[in-house]
């Protein structure tokens, strides 16, 4: 039996200043609300906790067999709401404002659940932490002991049930530890972000377009997107000849309007001699940083008779969205039998970065 999924969707949105709750906000002419039921697997039951005052704004929204109801003051309040009427041995509670999570999340949540009380996705924390008191720096923690919690999160019903009191906390794992029951963790997703002011929805946006490409070599392994693919030999190049990651590259430097891969690395640097795409793409991503960018999220065709791109989409995707620390999306196609790449002697790279600047 698959867990039921509990989505909590009756904040405010009070630190988005549209005056109307979060979850009936707009992006790309759908609401959060909609855009989240689109990202979730299916389930025994789904459950959406939404405000008493605005119910009938989500009934039009919600699919047939989900159940609608009334939230609590408080998100823990809201979250045991749905708790008490799910049915399932197994739940998972999820923010309607992470509403692109991806399905391999659901999927991870839940198979670690086998093992575990309760089971949070997390993705490891970049920045220096500080603990500090009043206006003083205490020390500097140590960050690899850290994750930043997404959601979905999964728990024994019963447990949690059973573990909830008058605290209050920011989310139901950390009832679950308090209770000392066996919490686990799962990666997370870059795209799993949590909508929470105005900044999150609109910025001034940046796009630049990155095109690379390199015929295969008679030896070595292919490296595409930063992922060995040992069927096929390695694209030729002074560094691995990783064409989709270098096409990246150029995107993200062209948005940022730092130049391209050959300016800002040099064509013939012995530092890059053999380097793989993941050293060009976090290099590119410090430089796009430090300039005052941050990465929305870019968008890939390959174009080639081989490898077949459709059995790596979703690792591709993962791996490179981990790296650009933002949704990248892969597609692919042939063409059609002309040019250089029409008899499979290499691989050509398009890409289309988006980035918004610091305010």
Known sequence: ????????????????GLGIPKALVE??????????????????????????????????????????????ESRQQSALNGLKIAKTEKVLIHDAARCFVPLEVFERVTEALEMFDAVIPGMPVSDTIKRIEGERVLETVDRSELVAAQT?????????????????????????????????WVRGDVRSRKITTEDDLTSDSFVGIGVDSHRFSDSGTLRLGTLEIPEHPQLEGHSDGDALSH?????????????????VFGVDDPEFKGASGDKFLSQTIKFVQKAGFSVINVSCQIIA??????????????KLSELVGAPVSVLATTTDGLGFLSDARGVAAVATASLKKAR
């Open 27 to 72: 992006i790309d002419g759908k609401t959060i609300l909609e855009h989240c039921l689109e990202s979730l697997p299916e389930s025994e039951q789904l459950i959406v906790v939404a405000p008493a005052d605005h119910l009938f704004e989500f009934e039009k929204l919600i699919p047939k067999h989900a159940e609608l109801i009334s939230g609590g």
């Open 1 to 16: 039996m698959t867990p039921a999924i509990i989505v909590v969707a009756a904040g405010r949105g009070e630190r988005l």
């Open 152 to 184: 979905p999160q999964g728990f024994d019903r019963e447990k949690l049930l059973a573990s909830f009191d008058s605290v209050q906390v920011t989310d139901e794992a950390m009832l679950m530890e308090q209770a000392g029951h066996n919490v686990g």
């Open 305 to 318: 008779d081989k490898p077949k791109i459709s059995p790596l989409r979703v690792q591709l995707q993962s």
């Open 247 to 263: 096409a990246i590259v150029d995107a993200l430097l062209a948005a940022a309007r730092l130049g391209d891969i050959g300016s």
